[in-house]
């Protein structure tokens, strides 16, 4: 049975999460269709979904106004996996601290935009993130922070004693750039290591 990831490539980091997706399929054995979401009408048919990084105020605009916001929150309410990093987060959050963001509360936590630094402050560290024997190399660029979380919220990773990973039912989001390191276990844990799945493929 063919799995079809649906990358949300109205912006952000389409080609890497395409290719992290599929390598993270292959390492578990399983065959892995990628499809962009552009428009509506495409996520209903999404096994998982990818929400990358880019321009949160852009992307949370045009989620909403092509209809595909709605269509997210049902494949959650549904129980099915999404990844969420970066700006990705920050749409996926209960509060973004920026009324300009249209956020999906899809992850019960709040953020504050660019609190690692702009662009030139951006660094590789080597994180300890739970479900992983070995530490995760991970890209922070013009990250954001995760402040406070809700009661249900788990965090998976820190970094300098903050949030940068946590997982709300269905959702795993990061502040950090996963599909930017050929290490693909983050998309892995995220999306194919859930019993979420069970029942959820399509056929070839």
Known sequence: MTLRAGVVAVQGDVSEHAEAVRRAGEAHGRETEVVEIRDAGVVPDCDFLLLPGGESTTISRLLHDEGIAEEIVAHVEAGKPVLATCAGLIVASTDAGDDRVATLDLVDATVERNAFGRQKDSFEAPIEVAGLDEPFPAVFIRAPVIGDVGEGVEVLAEWDG???????????????????????????????????????????
């Open 162 to 204: 903050r949030p940068v990973a946590i997982r709300d039912g269905p959702v795993v989001a990061t502040s950090f750039h996963p599909e930017l390191t050929p290490d693909s276990r983050m998309h892995g844990l995220s999306l194919f290591e859930t019993d979420a799945l069970a029942g959820e493929a399509t056929p070839e």
